[in-house]
DNA sequence: ATTCATGATTAGCG
DNA sequence: CGCTAATCATGAAT
């Protein structure tokens, strides 16, 4: 192997040409010492004396030295022996470079952001166009609003990701140049085959991608926690106002035989709690809060029948307040007095037959109306039904009322038993009686909001039942 | 602190 | 897609 000791001899000499021509080996490796720390120290010195007086100077000068080599007649020589060492090193470089895979990480990431919207193709661009295309998707008032928020933090996180990969892109651009530019200018003094630039620039090409995954690592993050914070706050529950309660309570109370409100009749009801809500600042209530509400009533209402009946009551006698306000001009114009009362039964104010709220009113309403426990059992749904008319919502205050309340309920039964072609026509009283819940626990498919809405009123309206 | 009420979310169904 | 049923999670009442 001599002739291996002899090209390490002219490598050793060419390779430090830049530094040391003359003065033969200028860095010399530790094993040309006795091993020693010392003899280490003493390297490690020289060799950072000697970065040490690295100047212009001698930068020019090795430059010179560099092209005087270059020059020497004994370089093309060196040179096809260095070509040979690299042929017989290249295997181990060969060896050890493995293309590798995509990374299944970096791939999980990339789906990631192109499905959370940061890469994929631009959709929108700026918040404000977002909000706009949402907008005009028809129907999604609620949604742009809710969504606006997010999509304006993800179309930031958009941008800076986006510059941030550029700036990526151009760096590694402009490192590979570099380097390619550095080893072209290498390959004059020492064979540098195109493979190994390829390499290389596969070697930067993966540091520079792996900076890129720290970024699409952290973009990812930073769309989680959006995300993560967005939901926290959906998912925050507020109360809805008593008024909106007031509302969706009427509505489903007056539907119940089917209490499927249609597109427009949530639309329609979201609105009006809405309005009702405290009119305050980003008190709206949504469609879909208003499907959630009838879905969960439905389901609550119909596993406890027995705990909503005094709810049940109370909304339906609300409920024929106002119906019986109408039939009772009806009446006025169209009948002569009962027997038994004059017509004061329907013109009675509604403080003359107050019950509290909580406990009277609703005893008495249960007691008048259980017939079968947790089932409305009512014949005469429509007469009991308009027989409440008094107990108008929101202005229970006093129980003074007594034993007369009966009576006078009577009486007013009695009355508007004979108005009965009048209750027919009053939309929503038939739905008092929960007719439409089937014997296994669920609606009558069959019926349709249509089918079941009062004559005067188009389907799907919300003022229905419940306006004046 | 515990319990109840209630709005929101989810899986599964037709 | 809308619904049901179950469940989660929070607000309010106790």
Redesign the pocket.
């Known amino acids: 192997m001599d002739e291996q000791a002899r090209i390490m001899q002219a490598l050793g000499g060419v390779s430090l040409a830049g530094h040391s021509v003359q003065g033969g080996m200028g860095l010399q490796p530790p094993h040309g010492h006795d091993g020693t720390d010392d003899g280490r120290k003493q390297d490690i010195g020289d060799i950072l004396h000697q970065i040490m007086t690295i100047t212009d100077q001698s930068l020019d000068e090795a430059q010179a030295k560099k092209h005087g080599l270059n020059c020497h007649r004994m370089k093309p020589a060196l040179f096809s022996v260095l070509c040979e060492i690299k042929e017989k090193t290249g295997l181990s470089i060969r060896g050890s470079q493995e293309e590798d895979p995509p990374d299944p990480q970096l791939m999980r990431l990339d789906n990631m952001l192109l499905a959370e919207g940061v890469s994929g193709p631009e959709k929108g661009g700026g918040s404000a166009a977002a909000a706009a295309a949402a907008a005009a998707s028809g129907g999604a008032s609620d949604n742009s609003i809710e969504h606006s928020d997010y999509r304006s933090k993800l179309t930031q996180i958009r941008q800076i990701y986006h510059t941030e990969l550029e700036k990526y892109e151009q760096a590694c651009n402009e490192f590979t140049t570099h380097v390619m530019n550095l080893l072209r200018e290498q390959s004059r003094t020492r064979p540098i085959s195109p493979k190994e630039i390829e390499r290389m620039v596969g070697i930067i090409h993966r540091k520079f991608s792996s900076i890129q995954m720290q970024l699409k690592q952290s973009t990812c993050e930073a769309v989680m926690i959006l995300r993560s914070r967005f939901?926290d706050a959906?998912?925050?529950?507020?109360?809805?106002s008593k008024q909106a309660?007031e509302i969706l309570n009427e509505y489903f109370y007056s539907h119940l035989s089917n209490p499927?409100p249609s597109?427009e009749a949530k639309e329609e009801l979201a609105k009006k709690c809405s309005i009702t809500v405290s009119q305050g600042v980003g008190s709206t209530i949504t469609v879909s809060?208003v499907?959630?509400?009838f879905?969960?009533k439905?389901?609550?209402y119909?596993k406890n029948i027995g705990k909503f009946q005094e709810e049940a009551n109370l909304y339906a006698a609300k409920t024929a307040v106002t119906a019986a306000h109408a039939v009772a001009a009806a009446v006025q114009n169209s009948q002569t007095n009962s027997p038994t009362t004059p017509n004061s039964g329907f013109q009675m104010k509604d403080e003359e037959f107050q019950l509290d709220s909580a406990e009277s009113k609703n005893t008495l309403l249960t007691n008048m109306f259980t017939g079968s426990s947790g089932s409305f059992n009512l014949p005469n749904s429509g007469d009991m039904f308009l027989s409440m008319q008094s107990l108008n919502g929101d202005s229970y205050q006093g129980a003074q009322v007594g034993v007369n309340v009966q009576s006078q309920v009577d009486t007013l039964r009695h009355v508007i038993s004979q108005t009965a072609g009048y209750s027919e026509a009053l939309g929503g009283n038939t739905m008092y009686s929960p007719n439409g819940l089937n014997a296994n626990?669920g609606?009558h498919d069959a019926m349709t909001p249509s089918s079941v809405i009062s004559p005067t009123e188009g389907p799907g309206s919300v003022h229905s039942d419940t306006s004046n």
């Open positions: 939901l959906r998912r925050k529950r507020r109360n809805f309660t499927y597109e809060q499907s959630n509400w879905g969960n439905r389901i609550r119909k626990g609606w």
